[in-house]
């Protein structure tokens, strides 16, 4: 009985294993604490329900909600009903009819809410409201969130009454966010009038949303270049790296910039849903990154970094750049980019940075096009025991645009010193020496 009871424990336990979530689904070795935080603060108590101010906190330091903006979903818990919004909508209102009069604003058990847009009246307006669903990174901007108001009704008039949403969810607008059950935590405090008295949420929860580059999309969004001043060869994007051209099985998937058919393609089906209209180039990716080892000098050496935007149907709003290097801890000077070192050692190593646009300058990189980049130099200075341009070390070892990886080529590719040769030949000439050795010796014994 005791070997069958082990046994049994053991079998439960592997089963709580296997269907038990994975934690580091969503970590970020670079952001390991990063999140979106959705806190609702219940403000008072209305006949049959409550109003809350609901505020989406972008706690990630690299990654951003762009246009068209975020989509919040929930499921009530009871037959709770939405009386009216401010700040924000639901995409639609459900079935209403049991609503003879005054219907409200919305009746599904499972809203969707979205923000407004700019310009919308001061009336329907709360604070950090109506900027078309976009939230900047904390690191560009640390105050920066979304709120709404929402009236509740049917839903209970007391602490004890009132049951949480549950199953939330978080796109932006496509999928990548998965978000964790609502927690009541303390209520929160708010400075009133001159500042010298507070007062607190009749009650809050909060709900913690993360993301995964794995489940947002299935293929990459940006890639890698590297060039040097030591080398004539460029190293191109890897073929394929974010997609193959492909027009017969995925017609209209890429334009050519000369195409007559170029402005009609843009202007096409998917100009509203956000569909990715690119350039078509080898690697097929939305953004490309290219970095040029430029200048040597005695203590210092310069690098250029360009972003291209191929897409044809998005500016990227607030875009940021991550790159790891282990050289940033000696980033001299920087042009025409905003830097912020990430630190995500506990501030003992500093191999990563976060470059991002200055404001009305470059912080919008323009569609596909003539405009459609933005350039920076970096000047760093040498560390004597580590700078080398040998085996590739002036390049980056990762690189992000907007929080996703992008693809780099392969070590084996990139620029090498005129009197180096990549390893991954070493060995081949290894051999053609021991051929050439044994065949001229045995040709020596014979002859």
Request: contains cysteine.
């Amino acid at each position: 009985m005791a070997a069958l009871a082990g046994s049994a424990l053991l079998l439960l336990a592997a089963a709580l294993l296997l269907s038990a979530p994975a934690a580091t689904e969503a970590y970020d070795s670079l952001d390991p604490n990063g999140n979106i935080t959705i806190k609702w603060d219940l403000k008072e108590w209305t006949p049959d329900g409550y109003v809350a101010m609901v505020t989406i906190y972008n706690y990630q330091q690299f990654r951003h909600i762009s246009a068209p903006g975020w989509q919040l979903g929930w499921t009530w818990a009871k037959k709770e009903v939405i009386w009216s919004m401010v700040g924000a909508q639901t995409t639609e209102q459900g079935d209403c009819s049991k609503f003879k009069t005054n219907p409200p604003h919305c009746c599904k058990r499972d809203p969707t809410v979205i923000d407004l847009l700019p310009g919308t009246p001061y009336k329907d307006q709360v604070g950090n409201c109506c900027k078309g669903g976009v939230i900047s990174t904390f690191n560009q901007d640390p105050a920066n969130a979304a709120s709404f108001q929402i009236s509740v009704g049917l839903s209970g008039t007391t602490n004890k009454t009132v049951k949480l949403p549950k199953n939330f969810t978080l796109k932006t607008p496509g999928p990548g966010y998965t978000c964790g059950r609502a927690t009541v935590v303390r209520p929160t405090k708010f400075l009133i009038g001159d500042r010298r008295r507070t007062t607190q949420a009749l009650m809050t929860w909060n709900v913690t949303c993360t993301y995964s580059q794995f489940l947002a999309q299935k293929t990459p969004t940006c890639c890698v270049a590297l060039s040097s001043f030591y080398n004539n060869t460029i190293v191109g994007c890897p073929t394929c790296s974010c997609g193959c051209q492909n027009n017969n099985t995925h017609p209209g998937s890429c334009v050519n910039p000369n195409s007559p058919y170029l402005q009609s393609a843009i202007d096409g089906p998917g100009k509203y849903t956000g569909q990715p209209l690119v350039q078509c180039t080898s690697h097929m990716c939305p953004v490309k990154v290219h970095w040029h080892v430029k200048l040597n000098y005695k203590d210092y050496w310069r690098v250029k970094v360009t972003i291209t935007n191929f897409n044809y149907r998005m500016n990227y709003t607030d875009w940021n750049l991550v790159v790891q290097h282990p050289n940033f801890n000696n980033i001299t000077k920087l042009f025409s980019f905003n830097y912020k070192p990430l630190s995500p050692y506990g501030g003992r190593i500093n191999d990563s940075a976060m470059f991002w646009g200055m404001k009305f300058y470059n912080d919008l990189l323009n569609q596909a096009g003539p405009f459609g980049n933005a350039q920076t130099e970096i000047l760093l200075q040498k560390d004597p025991e580590t700078f080398t341009f040998e085996k590739g070390w002036a390049f980056p070892r990762r690189v992000y645009f907007n929080g996703d990886n992008c693809v780099m080529p392969p070590p084996d590719a990139y620029p090498w010193l005129p009197n180096a040769s990549p390893p991954m030949k070493q060995p081949w000439t290894l051999e053609l020496l021991v051929f050439w050795t044994a065949l001229a010796t045995l040709l020596a014994y014979y002859v």
